[in-house]
């Protein structure tokens, strides 16, 4: 695990964030539902890149290339998110989804493993926008120890290696730590950009 702290400076972070809300224009923000239960998640989802993840009742976790609700294709990768996969994934192929988390002030992501993938020697990176996330690791086991730390807007999380496949989750944003999202979120809320390499190059 690497953690490349404020890997993008606040005017990086702008040109980001209106590359994010043009990609969302384009596919707009849906909200996923869990396997089986058909439950809720509490943050809304959108991707770019060939491929996107999605989740439903009926057919469950799983990348597609078409949009759930628009049946469109994702829109394309923005180049910032191409270059930092180049500079830090130490991979020979690019990321073929980058999946958009959209956290309001009381959203928040369960411990879970990204393994969705076919491919786990390429890393999973990810990039914070916005408030902070009280972010929380732990081992390949979900009984194994965990800790906690933060991540704030501009934050690069490198999960590669023996970490690849760790449980890890989002206990809570912190309010108020980020006006980057300003008008968007007046209460509060974060981004979160998660690039992964989804079939075997
Ligand atoms: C995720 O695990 O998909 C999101 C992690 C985060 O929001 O930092
Ligand atoms: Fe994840």
């Not at 702008?14 to 809300?21: C, N, P, R, T, V």
């Not at 988390?101 to 990810?126: T, W």
């Not at 300003?182 to 989804?198: A, K, S, W």
């Amino acid at each position: 695990m690497r953690h490349l702290t404020e890997y993008f400076d606040r005017q990086a972070q702008e040109l980001l964030l209106a590359e994010i809300l043009k990609v969302i224009e384009g596919a707009p923000l849906f909200t996923p539902t869990m396997p089986r239960t058909g439950k809720s998640f509490s943050v809304r989802m959108s991707n770019c890149g060939p491929l996107g993840w999605v989740s439903d009742k009926t057919r469950g976790y799983r990348y597609q290339e078409a949009h759930p609700d628009t049946g469109k294709p994702w829109p394309d990768m923005p180049k910032i998110l191409l270059d930092l996969w180049d500079d830090v994934s130490v991979y020979h192929a690019r990321p073929e989804a980058c999946l958009i988390n959209v956290y309001d002030a009381h959203a928040k992501m369960g411990l879970h493993r990204d393994e969705d993938e076919d491919d786990f020697s390429a890393p999973v990176i990810s990039v914070s926008l916005g408030d902070t996330a009280l972010f929380r690791i732990g081992g390949l086991a979900r009984k194994n120890p965990t800790r906690s730390f933060d991540l704030k807007s501009g934050d690069v999380l490198v999960l590669g290696g023996d970490t690849r496949l760790a449980f890890h989750g989002v206990d809570r944003i912190k309010t108020g730590a980020s006006d980057l999202l300003g008008d968007q979120f007046p209460e509060g809320g974060r981004i979160n950009l998660t690039l992964r390499r989804v079939t075997k190059p």
